[in-house]
């Protein structure tokens, strides 16, 4: 079976209130002729279809267009989305049937009562996908991955063909970098699980939710296929490739062959500097000899001793308005320097952004003299998942 694996669209999103239509447009026009040259047999979506749960008719109406033109791009082929902690569960849902009509399969949410045979999909021929969508860990069936496992070895008995799962969650000690709010416990917002939640016997895993994409396992099965195109400037550096995961799998057992295929974005992220950080002025000239018929979005890395200039922003600003580039943003972060014992740490406003909140909640707590013990830590650990988490109202546990 071929497949072609792919997550994390964030239809809708806003970068720094730019609105990001063009450069996804351009995003799912190249998805389409993807399929026009692989004719896979299967297309997998890993869910965060959309940016938010509840997506401007403008995201829905990209998604609509582009899934149809993708079917007509190989009809035969099997399309198959599931729902991210962006998305609606719900939303996926209601759609389900309509879908059909297009050899789409819509899957929105997934509870301790669900049956499980409902996730399963067979490409008839080809092979098996498995398919779960995003839903927090208290929701989930005990060891739904290895029981839908076994439900497919029962069918799969005389044909043997290749099990393919998809699923959008976090994995521990996978690469994050670019995720706000990432620990080695939780990437945004969602808490982390071992790889051995998938138990053995799956060919290939398609994951999505975190934006790197990587191989997470020695024997190059389980994969995050990564966001086709960047959605911030941390997840632009060097070695990091956005696009799409061209997958080959023709019996069950056999190792897959995995082709990353990048994907060209119209008007990309651009950190200047391209590494690091540095003072004001040199930040400024480069800024000023970025070239001017580039179209791109712009964050001025700078490192600042004390404070930025007052005027900086529009300093930044107008070295923009002759260019085709759009000035984003000045990341500031202040330069190392050994602090006293016992004097506090200042942080600029980036800098405070990429602070966990529970560390944030830890400095609070100890500069009132109040204790910060287990028992907090423990109240606190809760309170961050059930704001974070944020899972459909509309799904039942």
């Known amino acids: 079976m071929k497949i072609i694996h792919t997550s994390d669209w964030h239809l809708g999103h806003l970068l720094y209130n730019y609105s990001r239509e063009k450069e996804q447009q351009a995003m799912l ?38 899934l149809v033109a993708i079917h007509r791009a190989h009809p035969q082929m099997r399309i198959v989305c599931i729902a991210g902690n962006h998305d609606s569960g719900s939303r996926h849902t209601i759609y389900r049937t309509p879908w059909k009509a297009l050899n789409v399969e ?25 398919a779960i969508p995003f839903a927090a860990e208290r929701f989930m069936p005990h060891d739904l991955f290895i ?26 000690r996978c690469d994050y970098r670019g995720h706000e709010l990432a620990t080695d416990e939780q990437i945004g917002g969602v808490g982390c699980q071992e790889l051995s939640v998938f138990g053995s016997g799956y060919d290939y895993i398609a994951l999505g939710h975190i934006h790197k994409s990587q191989q997470l396992d020695t024997e190059g099965r389980i994969y995050y296929s990564g966001t086709p ?21 023709n019996q069950q057992g056999e190792p897959p062959v995995v082709t990353p295929i990048a994907l060209h974005n119209p008007r990309p992220l651009v950190n200047i500097p391209q590494e690091g950080f540095a003072p004001w002025e040199e930040v400024k000239q ?20 004390g404070y930025l200039p007052s005027n900086a922003n529009d300093e930044a600003k107008a070295i923009a308005e002759s260019k085709a580039c759009r000035f984003c943003l000045i990341n ?13 740490r200042t942080y600029t406003t980036s800098e405070f952004k990429q602070l966990d909140p529970l560390d944030v909640a830890k400095m609070w707590i100890a500069s009132k003299g ?11 650990e809760e309170v961050k998942s059930s704001i974070t988490l944020n899972p459909d109202p509309e799904v039942a546990p």
């Open 106 to 130: 819509m899957v929105g949410s997934i509870t301790r009562e669900s049956r499980l045979e409902e996730y399963i999909f067979k490409v008839e021929g080809k092979g098996y996908i498995v």
């Open 229 to 249: 195109i960047a959605m911030s400037f941390d997840e632009v550096y060097r070695g990091n490739q956005h696009g799409v995961l061209l997958v080959e799998c």
């Open 147 to 172: 029981r839908l496992k076994e439900m497919v070895d029962e069918r799969n008995s005389e044909e043997r063909l290749p099990i393919f799962l998809t699923a959008h969650l976090a994995i521990a």
């Open 286 to 305: 480069e800024f000023a000899a970025y070239p001017s018929e580039i179209p791109s979005y712009i964050r001025l890395n700078v490192e600042v001793e």
């Open 332 to 344: 500031a972060k202040r330069k190392e320097q050994h602090l006293e014992q016992g004097k506090a």
């Open 29 to 66: 026009q190249q998805m389409v002729h993807l399929v026009e040259e692989h004719q896979p047999d299967a297309f997998i979506i890993s869910g965060d279809l959309f940016d938010s749960m509840q997506p401007s008719t403008t995201a829905q109406t990209m998604l609509t267009e582009a």
């Open 370 to 380: 109040e204790l910060y013990d287990e028992s907090m830590q423990q109240i606190l």
